[in-house]
């Protein structure tokens, strides 16, 4: 049974298609994403309109070559998955309309899913053996959740930002640092450079239930205007502020964590979103005896239609999930997803 996935929510373009076969394992056959990164460069940020125009342009694309790749065609396809919120109403309408056109030429069934609930279960394409109950913890651009998964499509809230979210935060730090968006990757790269820092940053409200980046960005603000003259008589600073930047963000993810399997006794995790792509994040895990955890692979971790294919099909096939209208939806909390 092949499954199509169209995931358009922000400034990425993905198609994906997925195979459930007949034992019950899941195949990726193909996967295409084309990234806007460089599109929205010089505007600091995704600018709505344009990501929209571009995903109008590679949504045809993409499908043409990720079916024709793999030697399939249109009406083999058994189900469509699309993500429908949450993220950018524009982007999203865009690739809703388009999986509604390709639905029609076959009666093809087609579901609308949530691309935070598809983060949630990404780690369980490659690790088809994470049982239930585990935490998910979702850092993206958008999103930084702790995430309560009893089952398929039964979400409970832990935890969640009251403000920027931990990419955002990443992404801020970097431009304050003169690096161009989307500079979470690369404030990391500048991060790893150096093993200490001589700054270090307040720790990020580890009191509140929630999370909250923004003060971070005020103090690195201020880290920067206090040090204008180090900055510019020793390049080698910069990659200390970065790794100070770092730091401060992982902790407060580390420590709400752990706070969250204290207190729900659960110590299986699931990391995903693209800030679970983080070299110094993955070791810190790794390194903590107390938990067990699970990431989606590399490719996977930011944002990708294989996901959104994944869910739609086990939500499609396990729990009979149908969506004939397929309604937008900006803002959709993952608690209220199903
Ligand atoms: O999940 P994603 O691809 O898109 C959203 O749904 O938002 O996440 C993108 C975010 C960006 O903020 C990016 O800077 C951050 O993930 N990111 C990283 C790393 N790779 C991506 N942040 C820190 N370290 C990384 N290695
Ligand atoms: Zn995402």
Request: with cysteine.
């Amino acid at each position: 049974m092949y499954c199509l996935g169209v995931e358009t929510s922000c400034d990425e373009t993905a198609i994906a298609l997925l195979e459930k076969s007949d034992d019950g394992s899941y195949i990726i056959l193909n996967e295409e994403i084309s990234s806007q990164a460089r599109l929205h460069e010089k505007y600091g940020g995704v600018v709505p309109e344009l990501a929209s125009r571009e995903h109008l342009k590679n949504l045809p694309l993409l499908t043409d070559l990720v079916l024709s790749s793999a030697k399939k065609s249109l009406a083999d396809i058994a189900l469509i998955a699309v993500t429908s919120g949450p993220g950018l109403k524009g982007c999203l309408l865009t690739g809703t309309n388009f999986a509604r056109g390709l639905a029609l030429k076959h009666n093809t069934p087609i579901i609308g899913v949530n691309h935070i609930e598809a983060h949630i279960v990404s780690p369980l394409l490659e690790n088809p053996q994470i049982g239930f109950p585990f935490l998910a913890l979702v850092i993206s651009g958008g999103h930084t959740e702790i995430i309560k998964v009893t089952a398929l499509g039964e979400y409970e809230l832990i935890s969640r930002t009251l403000d920027d979210a931990a990419g955002e935060a990443f992404d801020k730090a970097a431009n304050l640092l003169g690096i161009a968006y989307p500079g979470g990757p690369r404030l990391a790269e500048f991060a790893d450079r150096v093993t200490t820092s001589r700054f270090s940053l307040p720790k990020v409200m580890r009191e509140s239930p929630g999370f909250s980046f923004s003060g971070l960005k005020t103090a690195i603000m201020i880290l920067i205007r206090d040090n204008e003259k180090l900055i510019s008589d020793d390049e080698g600073v910069v990659f200390e502020i970065a790794h100070a930047a770092q730091d401060a963000i992982l902790d407060a993810l580390l420590y709400k964590l752990k706070e969250a399997a204290r207190a729900t006794g659960i110590s299986r995790v699931a990391v995903s979103g693209g800030v679970s792509a983080n070299k110094e994040l993955r070791r810190r895990l790794n390194a903590d005896r107390s938990l067990e955890v699970f990431y989606p692979a590399a490719r996977h971790s930011t944002d990708n239609a294989a996901m959104i294919a994944y869910l739609g099909l086990r939500l499609y096939t396990e729990r009979g999930v149908r969506d004939e209208t397929l309604p937008v939806r900006a803002r959709w909390p993952v608690e209220e997803s199903r």
